[in-house]
């Protein structure tokens, strides 16, 4: 199967796959934590059961998505001592202490909370949960600082100096967080989190718009509550996430002018304005783009503002520092497709909501569930574009990916991978579908909580309204 793959090919298939598995698990429950606080928000102010009911059903999400997410996200610690010895020694000194910053101001923090924030809402004082509740989704936020930290470094690296024995070692820690890709990286990464839980949230919404529209008393409250707010979320954020993605890729062009020119498809330069490629078959051994659509000028004006502004292509790097073209090539279109429509299902939204049509228009809830899951598509074709456009390097232009790999033998990793992919698939599988199980079912008044069914005390005194009161009246019998 994978006979012809060297070691550095298969760890980095192994690292993109379980990263792949990893992304959408906190891509979701970054934005499902704050849709929590929302709602949980929306409860106490306003003292609508609605929003109650909306909370403990995707409560019960939460929790299963988050800790997919954390044992998911595990894994790759591992890797980067088994697989990516080299690199762990080399950069440990710069990642190591920002990775630890993580796990002490957001692991931490969301690990104290989750538990009350699961379990407590019963128990603890409406204001003591509610705290519970922002501590957690800021803690998702904080995670995802950190990591986008260490991200952006190795894409822009800065305030760092190297040791006698080739170590990168921190000189200026301000400058190694507040790196040049740093501000856009985080801001496009947390806005794709909303979106793709807005769009999951308006999935599950349109399904259960399209059941509950020959129910004698219509859709339920809570159905049209859910998918009110992820519509405003896709009309509100859709279009700024196309401005902060705009922003990111004029930065990339600052810093990494070889990546820029691979998602172009521009094999060579273009000093009078260059195109912008709708389509095409990128030919990385020819340094061609067949069959390619490309409207003049465009690319130039998107990219500088200028229609005639020269854009360097791939021609002026040697070819040993090229990403992956095609790849590239492709991810970024996906990812940019998608955006686009998300943009245009919240245009609709609007329409249908100026005509009083937002639950009346079967055809707007069909195209809500079909871009359901678009935004996980959308965060992976992302991350891929980043991550494929960095290469040939770990760290950019400082350490090669082929110089970050443990002496290992293709064999040893080709094993683990395939035994990471029929692990991955059953767990994560079954968590997966236990998830599509419980969005299956309708919000409804009377919802539960994840532990409301059962009896959860393990140890001290039993609160009475939680026992069998025969058995405790009378323990005797």
């Given at each position: 199967?994978?006979?012809?793959?060297?070691?550095?090919d298969l760890a980095r298939a192994q690292?993109?796959?379980?990263?792949?598995?990893?992304?959408?698990?906190?891509?979701?429950?970054?934005?499902?934590?704050?849709?929590?606080?929302?709602?949980?928000?929306?409860?106490?102010?306003?003292?609508?059961?609605?929003?109650?009911?909306?909370?403990?059903?995707?409560?019960?999400?939460?929790?299963?998505?988050?800790?997919?997410?954390?044992?998911?996200?595990?894994?790759?610690?591992?890797?980067?001592?088994?697989?990516?010895?080299?690199?762990?020694?080399?950069?440990g000194p710069v990642v190591g202490p920002?990775?630890?910053?993580?796990?002490?101001?957001?692991?931490?923090?969301?690990?104290?909370?989750?538990?009350?924030?699961?379990?407590?809402?019963?128990?603890?004082?409406?204001?003591?949960?509610?705290?519970?509740?922002?501590?957690?989704?800021?803690?998702?936020?904080i995670s995802a600082f950190w990591i986008?930290?260490?991200?952006?470094?190795?894409?822009?690296?800065?305030?760092?100096?190297?040791?006698?024995?080739?170590?990168?070692?921190?000189?200026?820690?301000?400058?190694?967080?507040?790196?040049?890709?740093?501000?856009?990286?985080?801001?496009?990464?947390?806005?794709?989190?909303?979106?793709?839980?807005?769009?999951?949230?308006?999935?599950?919404?349109?399904?259960?718009?399209?059941?509950?529209?020959?129910?004698?008393?219509?859709?339920?409250?809570?159905?049209?509550?859910?998918?009110?707010?992820?519509?405003?979320?896709?009309?509100?954020?859709?279009?700024?996430?196309?401005?902060?993605?705009?922003?990111?890729?004029?930065?990339?062009?600052?810093?990494?002018?070889?990546?820029?020119?691979?998602?172009?498809?521009?094999?060579?330069?273009?000093?009078?304005?260059?195109?912008?490629?709708?389509?095409?078959?990128?030919?990385?051994?020819?340094?061609?783009?067949?069959?390619?659509?490309?409207?003049?000028?465009?690319?130039?004006?998107?990219?500088?503002?200028?229609?005639?502004?020269?854009?360097?292509?791939?021609?002026?790097?040697?070819?040993?520092?090229?990403?992956?073209?095609?790849?590239?090539?492709?991810?970024?279109?996906?990812?940019?497709?998608?955006?686009?429509?998300?943009?245009?299902?919240?245009?609709?939204?609007?329409?249908?909501?100026?005509?009083?049509?937002?639950?009346?228009?079967?055809?707007?809830?069909?195209?809500?569930?079909?871009?359901?899951?678009?935004?996980?598509?959308?965060?992976?074709?992302?991350?891929?574009?980043?991550?494929?456009?960095?290469?040939?390097?770990?760290?950019?232009?400082?350490?090669?990916?082929?110089?970050?790999?443990?002496?290992?033998?293709?064999?040893?990793?080709?094993?683990?991978?395939?035994?990471?992919?029929?692990?991955?698939?059953?767990?994560?599988?079954?968590?997966?579908?236990?998830?599509?199980?419980?969005?299956?079912?309708?919000?409804?008044?009377?919802?539960?909580?994840?532990?409301?069914?059962?009896?959860?005390?393990?140890?001290?005194?039993?609160?009475?309204?939680?026992?069998?009161?025969?058995?405790?009246?009378?323990?005797?019998?």
């Amino acid at each position: 199967m994978f006979d012809h793959a060297s070691a550095v090919d298969l760890a980095r298939a192994q690292f993109g796959f379980t990263i792949s598995f990893h992304f959408i698990f906190p891509a979701f429950s970054i934005g499902l934590a704050s849709f929590l606080l929302v709602l949980e928000a929306l409860w106490l102010k306003t003292g609508n059961d609605t929003y109650l009911v909306l909370f403990k059903y995707w409560l019960k999400i939460f929790a299963i998505a988050f800790g997919m997410g954390v044992v998911s996200g595990i894994v790759m610690a591992y890797q980067f001592g088994t697989n990516w010895a080299v690199f762990s020694d080399k950069a440990g000194p710069v990642v190591g202490p920002l990775m630890a910053y993580e796990v002490l101001t957001a692991f931490f923090l969301e690990a104290g909370f989750l538990g009350v924030m699961l379990f407590g809402l019963e128990r603890v004082g409406k204001k003591l949960h509610f705290t519970a509740t922002f501590a957690v989704a800021a803690g998702t936020f904080i995670s995802a600082f950190w990591i986008i930290v260490v991200n952006s470094w190795m894409q822009t690296p800065q305030g760092y100096a190297i040791n006698p024995q080739g170590q990168f070692v921190p000189a200026d820690w301000l400058a190694i967080i507040f790196n040049p890709s740093m501000p856009y990286r985080l801001v496009h990464t947390v806005l794709g989190a909303y979106l793709t839980t807005a769009f999951v949230v308006g999935g599950v919404g349109g399904w259960h718009l399209l059941r509950e529209r020959s129910h004698k008393e219509g859709p339920s409250e809570g159905t049209r509550v859910m998918f009110s707010m992820a519509m405003w979320m896709a009309a509100i954020v859709a279009p700024i996430q196309i401005l902060a993605g705009h922003t990111q890729g004029t930065n990339t062009l600052a810093y990494q002018p070889a990546k820029i020119a691979a998602m172009e498809g521009n094999f060579t330069s273009h000093p009078n304005g260059a195109p912008l490629t709708v389509v095409g078959i990128p030919d990385q051994k020819a340094g061609v783009m067949r069959h390619a659509i490309e409207i003049p000028k465009l690319g130039s004006l998107v990219l500088k503002g200028s229609m005639n502004a020269p854009i360097d292509g791939l021609d002026k790097f040697s070819r040993a520092d090229w990403p992956q073209v095609y790849i590239l090539f492709w991810t970024f279109r996906v990812m940019v497709g998608i955006g686009v429509g998300m943009f245009g299902l919240g245009l609709w939204s609007l329409v249908a909501r100026a005509s009083g049509k937002l639950y009346g228009w079967p055809w707007l809830h069909r195209a809500a569930v079909l871009m359901g899951p678009t935004g996980f598509v959308a965060v992976i074709a992302g991350w891929m574009t980043t991550e494929v456009g960095r290469q040939p390097f770990t760290v950019y232009h400082l350490l090669r990916t082929a110089q970050s790999v443990s002496p290992l033998q293709a064999p040893a990793v080709a094993a683990s991978l395939i035994a990471f992919i029929v692990v991955y698939f059953f767990v994560f599988g079954a968590g997966t579908l236990f998830i599509l199980r419980l969005m299956g079912h309708s919000p409804h008044p009377g919802e539960k909580g994840p532990d409301e069914d059962q009896v959860t005390r393990t140890a001290g005194l039993t609160p009475v309204h939680q026992t069998h009161g025969d058995a405790i009246m009378n323990p005797a019998e």
